[in-house]
């Protein structure tokens, strides 16, 4: 099952701090318990359980970058300029977080280094063109709004 244990989510959050990862309060200050139910690894909750475990597995490297991305999807305000955001800052996370694991003056190391880079870009590719429906979902879920009132 992909949903995180409250222990993993306290040690990620102090790697988080660590690598200076950026993310919401509610995913630093938030309860362990509660931050449990929301972060569901890769991909979104309607996909079947063995597509998001897969997911993970392939992004297991960058497993803080999606926690974080989950509160903030679960705190959606429904713009697409808060979704961008939301997106960049996953990529700007999935980054730090290879640059950590693959250090460049671990030069054996630097094939893998990019391979992690080009997963990362890949996934932020990947919620760019598909990431809105989720989005909006949770949008809807937590105000009970269809749409955000922008003006």
């Known amino acids: 099952m992909t949903t995180q244990t409250e222990v993993k989510i306290l040690s990620n959050r102090v790697?988080?701090?660590?690598?200076?990862?950026?993310?919401?309060?509610?995913?630093?200050?938030?309860?362990?318990?509660?931050?449990?139910?929301?972060?569901?690894?890769?991909?979104?909750?309607?996909?079947?359980?063995?597509?998001?475990?897969?997911?993970?597995?392939?992004?297991?490297?960058?497993?803080?970058?999606?926690?974080?991305?989950?509160?903030?999807?679960?705190?959606?305000?429904?713009?697409?300029?808060?979704?961008?955001?939301?997106?960049?800052?996953?990529?700007?996370?999935?980054?730090?977080?290879?640059?950590?694991?693959y250090p460049l003056w671990k030069i054996w190391r630097w094939g893998r280094r990019g391979l992690e880079m080009a997963k990362a870009d890949a996934a932020w590719l990947a919620l760019r063109q598909f990431g809105e429906e989720a989005w909006m979902t949770a949008y809807h879920q937590r105000t009970g709004v269809d749409q955000p009132d922008v003006t």
Do not use: F
């Open 15 to 101: 790697q988080a701090r660590r690598l200076n990862l950026s993310g919401p309060d509610e995913y630093w200050n938030g309860w362990s318990a509660d931050l449990a139910k929301i972060c569901n690894g890769y991909g979104p909750d309607a996909w079947p359980e063995v597509a998001r475990e897969t997911l993970t597995w392939i992004y297991r490297s960058m497993e803080i970058s999606s926690q974080i991305h989950d509160v903030r999807y679960e705190l959606s305000d429904g713009t697409e300029e808060g979704r961008e955001i939301a997106d960049d800052e996953m990529l700007g996370n999935m980054r730090k977080e290879v640059a950590a694991g």
